[in-house]
């Protein structure tokens, strides 16, 4: 049967409306430019050129020190404005900068469009406050000639550049920024298979907070540190002293491990049990979503506004379904409760008592947040909540990770 003959059938039996709808679904599967392509967000060059069946010990020599500090090249994709791995990143690379390490930041980006422009990402990161003001030359990485010049030291930061990485030629310890368990961004596959080797390559890692760095230590036998999570109480802080009567979530439907649609499902139900709480959603514009209950999209923001918004609610529900992000504590400052999901990956990131941990159901997430609502001493737990982190600073994680990284530069150093 013929193309023209099978349409007219479907036409003749489903109608109009599912015939178009089956015409867009063959178009997107085979001519969509959008869709996630496997590799294609890696240099395949690399990947071939890399053998990690075979042991290699880049850490096992000590690095000797260099007049002007030590030379680090840090590889990492392109940063966004609201990327806050990206951010995150930038923050622990100036801790560098001024422990005195010289950096070159190798920017990563193998797919053709969007097109990298060096001048662009510099001036993004100047005109946001969340980017600090870096000395560090950028360029772009080359698979052809991978990382060139004479490093002492090679960090990656997503399980693409780890190989290239491992490519570097020369004696340089050879390190990974962990911020979240990669391979669980996708179904099992190529991507996965290649995120997952990425913890088998010899490489040093230093981990956002003790869930990954034991994960990666016990799965895969990866050496790990790890430093805490923090907050920037200068950036987020109580100013709303008064009983609240909304919450937030963090919705971000690109990312699947933050679980938005799930979230949205407890929303709904806290909407129909109290229709009278507004509900903020921040993190990624909703408007071209169905979300079935009333909102305030607040979308993408810069985080000199995200203080505002967490200062109205009450309660924030914040989903992870792999390593924590860092909004827990940040809402937490501005006296706000986070709600968290229960898991071996949420608990025990921060002490502190003041997370409300419940289980994946739409129902119990519902009734934690009005629990949190209604209690009696909401503006007095708010401010408890808030107090218990103006003692926290980046200075403790940044202090910890210069510790960790200098240690690993002089591990097989001889015993003077």
């Given at each position: 049967m013929g193309l023209l003959s099978r349409s007219q059938r479907t036409v003749a039996e489903e109608g109009v409306a599912s015939t178009i709808w089956r015409a867009g679904k063959f178009v997107a599967t085979r001519r969509n430019p959008f869709r996630s392509v496997p590799l294609s967000t890696v240099y395949t060059d690399d990947v071939v050129a890399v053998d990690w069946s075979q042991p290699n010990d880049f850490n096992g020599h000590a690095i000797p020190?260099?007049?002007g500090g030590q030379r680090v090249a840090w590889i990492i994709?392109?940063?966004s404005r609201t990327s806050g791995g990206h951010q995150n990143a930038f923050r622990f690379m100036e801790f560098l900068e001024k422990a005195g390490y010289r950096l070159t930041?190798?920017?990563?980006?193998p797919q053709k469009y969007p097109k990298l422009s060096i001048a662009g990402v510099r001036r993004m990161m100047a005109e946001t406050s969340a980017y600090p003001d870096l000395d560090a030359d950028f360029v772009r990485y080359d698979p052809a000639t991978g990382v060139p010049g004479g490093f002492d030291a090679i960090m990656a930061s997503d399980w693409e550049n780890s190989y290239a990485a491992y490519r570097y030629e020369g004696p340089a310890k050879r390190f990974y920024f962990i911020q979240d368990f990669e391979p669980a961004f996708f179904p099992a596959g190529s991507d996965y298979v290649l995120a997952e080797n990425s913890y088998r390559l010899g490489l040093h890692g230093f981990s956002a907070g003790p869930w990954l760095a034991q994960k990666v230590r016990d799965d895969y036998g990866m050496s790990a540190d790890h430093y805490e999570y923090s907050v920037d109480i200068a950036a987020y802080h109580r100013t709303n002293t008064a009983p609240r009567n909304e919450v937030l979530f963090y919705a971000r439907p690109p990312t699947p491990r933050r679980a938005t649609e799930f979230g949205l499902l407890a929303l709904r139900e806290l909407h129909r049990r109290r229709p009278d709480v507004t509900i903020n959603l921040v993190g990624w514009d909703m408007s071209d979503y169905q979300v079935p209950f009333p909102y305030v999209n607040h979308g993408g923001v810069d985080i000199s506004q995200l203080n505002a918004i967490y200062n109205?609610?009450?309660a924030g529900l914040i989903l992870s379904l792999t390593n924590m992000s860092l909004l827990?504590?940040?809402?937490?400052?501005?006296?706000?409760v986070p709600i968290v999901n229960e898991g071996d990956n949420t608990h025990g990131f921060f002490d502190t008592d003041a997370f409300e941990y419940v289980p994946t159901a739409p129902a119990a997430i519902a009734q934690r947040m009005i629990d949190v609502l209604d209690r009696p001493d909401q503006a007095e737990h708010s401010a408890r909540i808030?107090?218990?982190m103006v003692d926290t600073s980046w200075a403790d994680p940044g202090a910890t990770f210069i510790a960790q990284f200098r240690a690993a530069m002089d591990a097989g150093r001889p015993a003077e």
């Open positions: 020190a260099r007049e994709t392109p940063p930041v190798f920017l990563y980006a109205r609610s009450a827990p504590l940040e809402v937490m400052a501005s006296g706000v808030a107090q218990s």
